[in-house]
């Protein structure tokens, strides 16, 4: 068995063939692996929050825990601080 045929087996034994089928002829799913909320749930309120973070200059959303006993979004900037994140709550 020539490596080719090696490949096929193991993306046919691992379901690659069966993702791909439900993703539009894609072999990957258009969000494998991505932490961007907006890319499977663009109209969330996780993709709103995680969008203020962007548009305030950071890179990511991390959370916060507040005295009631919940947690708060915080944006991560780039130099290492945080800002809080206003996405119209």
Known sequence: MGWKERLRELAVAGGL???????????????NANPDPCCSAPQSSACATYTSCLNEGGWGVSYTNVPDGGQEPVCSLYDGGTAPIDAGH
Request: proline share 7%; glycine share 20%.
């Open 17 to 31: 063939v069966a993702a791909g089928a439900s993703c539009g002829g894609s072999a990957i799913p258009a969000c």
